[in-house]
C-alpha cells in the first residue's frame, strides 16, 4: 500500500486516534520525565485465585509489539504524495504533509509497514485498523514536526513484551494411571523443578518511568482446569495443594471422573497484565496462556466377590 493509500485507510481512524492521542497527552502532564528505567519498592499481589471458567477467552493476537528486545522508536515521515482532504492545507512554504509512525513488531520503518498492509485483500480489514492504531500512525500538517516519542500504550505492550512469565508445570495425586472412578485427583501447580513453591506464581508489581511516563503494572493470574471429560471446571482456591494424608481437603483443588477412560487433564494460567498512568488505572493488556497437560487414565475399582 503506498504513502498515499495509507493515509487515507489512516484517516478512517483519524477522530479516533486523535481522542486517544489527547487522552493519553493529558494523563502525561501529571508524570515526571525520566530518561532511565528505575524501579521503587514493590506492591505484593493478594493470594491467588482459581476461579471457574467454562468459556473460552478468546484468541488475542500475538505480534510482538517491538522486535530485538527494542523500546518503540516514533518518527515523522515526510509525506510529499499526501493529497488532502477538503478543508486540510496543502503542502507548501506554509507547511509539509507528515506521517507519525512507531517501530511495530518487525517493521522498523513505514515502509515495511505499508509493504504488509498492501497484500491485505479487505480495506477495512479490523486486524490492519488495530495494527494502524498500536503503530500510532497518524498524518498532520506540520512547517517542522515536534519531537516524538511512543504514547504511553506502546511504552506499556513494550514493557508486557520484556516480562518473563512463568511457564505452568502440573502436578496430580494419585499419579497419572492410577486414578480410580468416583475418587477425586489432586490437583497443584510446582515450579520447574517439581516443587510446590506458589511464590512462582506470585511476581511483584513494579513502578517505573519510561519515555517521562510514571507508570505502574502487576501480572494478574487466573488458573482454569480442564478435567477432559466435557465436565465443569473445578472452582479452587491459589494453585491448588499438594496430596497429603492430613491436607485440608478444602483448600485442595480436585477433580473426580464418573466413568473409565484416559482424559487429557489441563491447567492453563491465564495472565494479564494490569497497569496505571499517573495513577489512573488504563486498559489491562492480555499476556500468554500459559498451558500444561497430564494425560491421566482413570480404572474402575476392582472388587473381590468370595
Excluded at 507547511?95 to 515502509?111: I, K, N, P, S, V
Amino acid at each position: 500500500m503506498s504513502r498515499l493509500a495509507a493515509g487515507a485507510a489512516a484517516l478512517l481512524l483519524l477522530a479516533g486516534l486523535q481522542v486517544a492521542a489527547g487522552t493519553a497527552a493529558e494523563a502525561a502532564t501529571a508524570c515526571v520525565p525520566a530518561g532511565s528505567i528505575y524501579t521503587t519498592g514493590t506492591d505484593a499481589s493478594s493470594d491467588l485465585t482459581c476461579q471457574s471458567n467454562n468459556g473460552k477467552k478468546p484468541k488475542t493476537d500475538k505480534t510482538k509489539w517491538t522486535k530485538g528486545g527494542k523500546p518503540p522508536l516514533c518518527v515523522w515521515v515526510h509525506q510529499p504524495d499526501y493529497v488532502p482532504l477538503p478543508g486540510e492545507p496543502a503542502a507548501g512554504p506554509e507547511g509539509q504533509w507528515y506521517a507519525h509512525y512507531c517501530r511495530f513488531g518487525e517493521f522498523d520503518t513505514l515502509d515495511k509497514f505499508e509493504a504488509e498492509m498492501a497484500g491485505w485483500d479487505d480495506y477495512d480489514n479490523i486486524k490492519r485498523n488495530e495494527w494502524m492504531r498500536r503503530a500510532s500512525i497518524r498524518y498532520e500538517f506540520f512547517k517542522t514536526p515536534p519531537e516524538t516519542r511512543p504514547t504511553a500504550e506502546q511504552v506499556m505492550h513494550y514493557i508486557a513484551g520484556t516480562i518473563p512469565f512463568p511457564e505452568t508445570h502440573l502436578a496430580v495425586n494419585p499419579q497419572a494411571g492410577h486414578n480410580r472412578v468416583n475418587f477425586p485427583t489432586w490437583i497443584w501447580l510446582t515450579n520447574a523443578n517439581g516443587q510446590y513453591d506458589p511464590a512462582t506464581y506470585k511476581p511483584q508489581a513494579k513502578t517505573i518511568a519510561l519515555f517521562g511516563y510514571a507508570l505502574e503494572w502487576r501480572i494478574v493470574p487466573e488458573l482454569a482446569i480442564d478435567p477432559g471429560n466435557g465436565a465443569d471446571q473445578p472452582t479452587c482456591t491459589g494453585i491448588g495443594i499438594p496430596y497429603t494424608p492430613d491436607a485440608n481437603t478444602a483448600d485442595a483443588c480436585t477433580v473426580t471422573y464418573n466413568a473409565a477412560g484416559t482424559y487429557n487433564l489441563t491447567a492453563t494460567m491465564n495472565w494479564t497484565v494490569q497497569w496505571t498512568l499517573g495513577g489512573e488505572a488504563q486498559q489491562s493488556i492480555q499476556g500468554p496462556d500459559n498451558t500444561a497437560t497430564i494425560p491421566v487414565t482413570v480404572k474402575e475399582l476392582q472388587t473381590v466377590v468370595r
